[in-house]
């Protein structure tokens, strides 16, 4: 299996992932993909959804998309924080841009990841960013 | 260009006369009316000793024909008018046979030693005037024939030929007057004086003149007749005033006087006939000038209307792709989790049916039959547009109240106006998203007016910026994120393709309202 022999292995079950994306049919398919790596996860519509959820500061690493109507996934990003709030995020995009990459990660962005997402990748952005993360990893979460 | 012959708008042959053109043609007319007047009653005197200025008098007459016949030939070279080709070579033969004319004209040349007949000036006269009005005239009788009459072979060597004829031609008779010098017809009676067999020259001018004045009058289209009539009017004038009022006496104030103003006039014809030419062309430039614009602004519509139709097939593939990598990971597990990974491949399907229905909405856009039409119920259809919407609107919190009047016959094609309204459902909807301090409120109205019906769809949104408004309908503008910025912009040509209309106004207090137009038919002709 892919987790055996990584450390974190034990933990991994207990993250909680945040996903964020107003097309219906990718978030369901990342929810899917995300708990098939292992991990729980939750979906939002819209990066308002999240920042409304009582689940928010339960969340251990956000997945975005982009290009969302309202709040994108910069926005989110800054609005979180700036609200001193800060979960590790991962931006995803159907258009990459080169020249945003080194922009998003300099503003703390963990991962900045092509649509379609391919698994391997996912999951090593996951475990980079949370471990990366600052404080304690899986702070209370809940397994679902 | 081929298919295009004959229609360019740009050249003297098609082009219609405006109405400055026209008051000029008739100023000119006027003037030289009035000219010929003024000079009648000295046309008699004599001018002895003025048989020098001939070779001037020639000379310009030669340029000012052998320019206009230029352009004449230029203009049949594109035209390819066989009518322009026959009127060119009036103008070069009329030019060339100047100078033969200035040559023998008696006392002029004598220092070179020339003294020729008699009668050689008075025949190459006649030659010429005559020649020159059948031009004319042929030119009004040929210039309506159709495309299909022109002959599409390269006009080069057509030009090239009639020149070298017309050349030709001009040298050999005036060779054949020098040789055969006394079998000519007695015109002259002395080197001033016309004898009575003359008189059949002007007649017959006067006639082919009037007649061709005639044609182009009952057929006047372009330009280039407009100021042939000018010619023929100058022509006549000139006639009158050398022939008859000059009572055909040559170097009399009348002769000289109708040469003279034939002169400026042709002149005045040429500069008017080149400044047109000129203008056409600056108007061609323009023209070709906003079209590549135009071609351009499609190209860059077309890209970015690619660029939509990638995103729209490109998400449902990429969740695809994240489903079926979901449904491995699923399967790949120690226990493969079997459930999970039939869920997945249903997704899979669901998207493959969403990326199949883009295919198909983009189909139907571009669809050749988007033409046919057929009598329905407006109402009906948007009634069974709401019902599709409903659950959308249901999930997004929004009511939509109707109200619908009787029965709305219209002749379109349903599936283009499904679109319509579901476009203008959809973005009331979408206006609605930010709303939170009220209900949110979709009200559909229909009703017939006079000859029309009227659809209303009003949301009490945030309504449009001013500044926006008039943007709103432009290909690819968007106020949404994601938006294509093709909806309103499909929906008003759609409409406008119906003969209707479809506009947007302030809702009050809060929102938009959108407005359309269809022609409404009588309410016989629905198809139940």
């Known amino acids: 299996m892919i987790f055996r022999g990584f450390i974190r292995?034990?933990?991994v079950g207990d993250l909680l992932i945040a996903i964020v994306d107003d097309d219906e049919s990718a978030r369901d398919a990342t929810v899917d993909l995300v708990?098939?790596?292992?991990?729980?996860?939750?979906?939002?519509?819209?990066?308002?959804?999240?920042?409304?959820?009582?689940?928010?500061?339960k969340m251990d690493c956000l997945i975005t998309d982009v290009r969302m109507p309202g709040m994108g996934g910069f926005e989110l990003h800054r609005d979180l924080a700036a609200s001193g709030f800060t979960i590790p995020t991962i931006l995803m995009t159907a258009y990459p841009e080169d020249r945003i990459r080194p922009q998003a990660l300099g503003e703390g962005i963990k991962c900045y990841i092509a649509k379609p997402l391919e698994a391997d990748e996912l999951l090593s952005c996951i475990l980079s960013a949370v471990d990366h993360a600052e404080g304690p990893v899986g702070k209370g979460s809940q397994r679902r | 260009m081929i298919e295009a012959q004959g229609q360019h708008p740009f050249l003297l042959s098609t082009a219609s006369p405006n109405r400055s053109q026209r008051r000029l043609a008739v100023g000119i007319v006027a003037a030289l009316m009035a000219a010929m007047l003024l000079s009648a009653p000295f046309a008699r005197l004599s001018l002895p000793g003025t048989e020098i200025l001939i070779p001037a008098y020639a000379a310009a007459a030669l340029l000012v024909e052998l320019l206009t016949s230029a352009l004449l030939f230029a203009l049949?070279?594109?035209?390819?008018?066989?009518?322009?080709?026959?009127?060119?070579?009036?103008?070069?033969?009329?030019?060339?046979?100047?100078?033969?004319?200035?040559?023998?004209?008696?006392?002029?040349?004598?220092?070179?030693?020339?003294?020729?007949?008699?009668?050689?000036?008075?025949?190459?006269?006649?030659?010429?005037?005559?020649?020159?009005?059948?031009?004319?005239?042929?030119?009004?009788?040929?210039?309506?024939?159709?495309?299909?009459?022109?002959p599409r072979k390269a006009s080069g060597h057509a030009i090239v030929g009639w020149i070298a004829l017309v050349a030709t031609l001009t040298s050999v008779l005036t060779l054949a007057l020098a040789l055969r010098a006394e079998n000519l017809p007695a015109f002259m009676l002395n080197t001033r004086e016309v004898a009575p067999l003359w008189h059949v020259v002007p007649a017959a001018s006067v006639g082919i003149y009037l007649t061709s004045l005639a044609v182009l009058?009952?057929?006047l289209r372009s330009t280039l007749d407009l100021w042939l009539m000018v010619v023929l009017g100058t022509l006549l004038i000139e006639i009158l005033l050398i022939s008859y009022l000059g009572g055909a006496?040559?170097?009399?104030?009348?002769?000289?006087?109708?040469?003279?103003?034939?002169?400026?006039?042709?002149?005045?014809?040429?500069?008017?006939?080149?400044s047109e030419t000129t203008a056409l062309h600056a108007q061609l430039v323009r023209s070709i000038r906003s079209e590549r614009l135009a071609r351009e602004s499609r190209l860059t519509a077309m890209e970015a209307l690619s660029a939509s139709i990638a995103h729209e097939i490109n998400q449902p593939l990429a969740s695809m792709v994240t489903n079926a990598s979901a449904g491995l990971r699923w399967l790949d597990n120690d226990v493969p989790r079997v459930g999970e990974a039939r869920?997945?491949?249903?997704?899979?399907?669901?998207?493959?049916?969403?990326?199949?229905?883009?295919?198909?909405g983009i189909r139907n856009l571009f669809r050749t039959d988007t033409r046919e039409r057929v009598p329905i119920d407006?109402?009906?259809?948007?009634?069974?547009?709401?019902?599709?919407?409903?659950?959308?609107?249901?999930?997004?919190?929004?009511?939509?109240r109707t109200h619908l009047e009787g029965a709305l016959p219209v002749t379109v094609n349903p599936m283009q106006m499904e679109q319509v309204i579901l476009n203008l459902i959809a973005n009331a909807v979408d206006a609605l998203s930010s709303v939170t301090d009220r209900p949110r409120i979709i009200k559909v109205r229909s009703r017939s007016g006079e000859g029309e019906v009227l659809v209303t769809v009003e949301d009490n949104g945030l309504g449009i910026a001013s500044d926006l408004r008039h943007r709103i309908f432009d290909p690819f503008f968007s106020t949404k994120p994601e938006g294509m910025g093709m909806g309103l912009m499909f929906s008003r040509s759609i409409i406008e393709d119906h003969g209707g209309r479809l506009w947007v106004a302030d809702n009050i207090p809060h929102g938009a309202v959108f407005h359309l137009t269809l022609p409404c038919n009588a309410v016989s002709d629905i198809r139940r």
Do not use: C
């Open chain 2, 249 to 274: 006496t040559r170097l009399s104030v009348g002769w000289w006087a109708g040469r003279l103003f034939g002169l400026a006039s042709a002149s005045v014809v040429l500069l008017v006939l080149l």
């Open chain 1, 35 to 57: 708990k098939a790596l292992g991990f729980a996860a939750a979906g939002f519509d819209s990066a308002a959804a999240l920042l409304r959820s009582e689940d928010l500061h």
């Open chain 2, 378 to 400: 407006l109402n009906r259809l948007i009634e069974g547009v709401l019902l599709r919407t409903e659950e959308e609107t249901r999930l997004r919190r929004v009511s939509i």
């Open chain 1, 9 to 11: 292995s034990q933990m």
């Open chain 2, 217 to 219: 009058w009952t057929r």
């Open chain 2, 343 to 360: 869920s997945a491949l249903e997704r899979v399907v669901r998207d493959g049916h969403r990326a199949r229905n883009v295919v198909n």
């Open chain 2, 76 to 150: 049949f070279s594109i035209d390819r008018s066989r009518a322009i080709l026959i009127l060119a070579t009036g103008y070069l033969l009329s030019g060339l046979l100047a100078i033969p004319w200035a040559l023998s004209f008696p006392g002029v040349f004598t220092t070179l030693g020339l003294e020729p007949n008699l009668q050689i000036t008075a025949v190459i006269a006649a030659a010429r005037r005559l020649g020159f009005a059948l031009s004319v005239l042929a030119f009004a009788l040929m210039k309506d024939e159709k495309d299909w009459d022109r």
